[in-house]
């Protein structure tokens, strides 16, 4: 076998994630927002729900519930919507995975704050830790629950510093962490923080939020609370961070947790360079490389190179084809000696011999495209 290979098992449902001790979780709830549509994510998302696509193994969800659990909360709420139902078909009550899962289902889009205001009829405790469900993200929980407990904080924003803030919008704070204002994207933004999408919600400032309409939490609902004097709260760090809403990052985000730069206690064996599940088929003349799945079987031929990409289950890829920072949906095939760069591929297509499909290219399920048919180069 190729040393940069590594054959890892795939935990199924039924798999226990381990234990930690809970003692200062106790009383806190987790919220989880998997509601999106995850339209930035299409073709992919057109049949699953963007948290319950595989991610280096398994759904990108069971990563941040093993992170979860990891931190010591029990149970979780999951604030669904489209595709509700897949959640539960995979994770049930989630007794198999140590936690005890609910599912509150919106009507209809309410927004990040009105998502969140929609589940609080199914906490328990005084306090709420909430997750936006795209993030792939390394923060301490223990860490950022007990900063806002010595901030006596009615709301803590988890913000990351980034190179280049001037794509998001920013958030500054004193220097006691406390939150002075929510700075819409400019072209000079007053810090490098960043709201990286988790936050710990004391439940009674959660239930301020209206119910029953869409409520955006960035335009509304904090500023609201700034503006009425509540004590937010800035807990800032440089973990790990990633929004795995587009093809790109979602394929960096599943090469980091297969090689171990992204946290995760759900990664179906140890880190390596690669991930190949069970009944999968790799020639022994492929080359597997920077973090890259394949799936359950899945086929690789010879002479092909997977690199930094993610096969879904029954891919097929060709003799000598290349695939690099990609996507294989379900069943796809792509023929011998294509390369896909930057590329999303639907579940069922057909890419034909020597095809070049590059730049951010998507294709649509069960599409076919003949041998040559898509070409860049002007070979034959």
């Known amino acids: 076998m190729d040393r940069r290979r590594r054959v890892s098992t795939l935990p199924r449902k039924g798999t226990r994630m381990p234990e930690s001790d809970a003692s200062s979780m106790a009383d806190v709830d987790a919220v989880v927002l998997v ?15 963007k948290q319950m696509l595989p991610t280096a193994g398994v759904p990108f969800l069971a990563h941040l519930l093993s992170r979860i659990r990891a931190a010591g909360l029990r149970h979780v709420v999951l604030g669904t919507s489209y595709k509700a139902e897949t959640f539960s078909e995979y994770f049930g009550d989630g007794s198999d995975f140590g936690l005890d899962l609910e599912y509150v ?13 929609n589940v609080a009829g199914r906490l328990r405790g005084s306090t709420a830790m909430v997750f936006n469900g795209d993030i792939l993200s390394g923060v301490d929980l223990r860490s950022l629950l007990a900063s806002h407990r010595r901030a006596a904080a009615q709301l803590t924003l988890h913000l990351v510093r980034v190179p280049d803030p001037s794509r998001f919008g920013s958030v500054p704070t004193d220097a006691d962490g406390r939150v002075l204002d929510f700075v819409e994207k400019s072209d000079d933004p007053p810090t490098d923080q960043i709201n990286a999408g988790c936050y710990v919600f004391e439940r009674s400032t959660l239930e301020s939020i209206p119910a029953g309409r869409v409520v955006s939490v960035e335009r509304e609902t904090f500023p ?18 990633l929004d795995v809403g587009t093809p790109s990052a979602f394929v960096r985000g599943s090469a980091d947790l297969v090689q171990g730069l992204a946290p995760s206690d759900a990664l179906p064996g140890r880190p390596g360079v690669a991930l190949v599940l069970p009944g999968a088929t790799v020639h022994d003349g492929a080359v597997l490389e920077a973090g890259s799945t394949v799936g359950a079987g899945a086929m690789v031929a010879e002479r092909a190179r997977v690199e930094a990409s993610v096969l879904f289950d029954g891919a097929v890829v060709g003799r000598g084809a290349e695939i690099v920072r990609s996507v294989v949906g379900t069943g796809a095939v792509v023929g011998d000696g294509s390369v896909l760069r930057d590329a999303v591929i639907g579940d069922g297509a057909r890419i034909g011999a020597r095809c070049e499909l590059t730049g951010g290219i998507r294709v649509w399920p069960n599409v076919q495209i003949p041998d040559g048919g898509v070409r860049f180069s002007t070979d034959a």
Not at 35 to 49: I, K, M, Q, V
Not at 105 to 117: A, F, N, Y
Request: no cysteine; aromatic share 6%; hydrophobic share 40%.
């Open 35 to 49: 509601g999106g549509l995850g339209t930035r994510l299409r073709p992919l998302t057109l049949s699953a729900a």
């Open 224 to 241: 609201g609370l700034l503006a009425a004097g509540a004590r937010v709260h800035g807990y800032v760090d440089s973990s790990y961070w």
């Open 105 to 117: 289902v919106e009507p209809v889009p309410l927004g990040t704050g009105g998502g969140i205001r």
